[in-house]
């Protein structure tokens, strides 16, 4: 499952990366500020934001943390369950 999660998503970053390629020289970038330059600007800013989301999670810089996070998980979830017990035993 992991591996083709990492295949999708590296089939996103190419597109991603084709769209923005094909899309650069036809984007106005230059005579100064301008609603053109903005949207060029706030376009290619977003293009990249997707491109850096895609490389993160393909390289994997998350797997302890979301080792640790599932730690974290259980163990709140033991905790909320102790703290339902030591209710129910209360009110009996």
Same mark, same amino acid.
Do not use: C, T
């Given at each position: ?5 990492? &295949?999708?998503? %590296? ?16 984007? %106005?970038?230059?005579?100064?500020? %301008?609603?053109?330059?903005? &949207?060029?600007?706030?376009? %290619?800013? &977003?293009? &990249? ?13 998350? *797997? ?5 996070? *599932? ?14 017990? *030591? ?6």
């Amino acid at each position: 499952m992991k591996k083709r999660n990492k &295949f999708k998503h %590296s089939l996103y970053l190419i597109l991603a990366l084709a769209m923005l390629l094909y899309a650069i020289p036809k984007l %106005s970038l230059a005579g100064g500020p %301008s609603w053109v330059f903005g &949207f060029g600007v706030v376009w %290619s800013v &977003f293009a &990249f934001l997707v491109i850096a989301a895609h490389l993160h999670f393909i390289i994997g810089v998350d *797997e302890e943390k979301q080792k640790r996070l *599932e730690a974290v998980r259980k163990e709140k979830i033991a905790a909320w369950g102790r703290w339902y017990e *030591e209710k129910r035993v209360v009110q009996k």
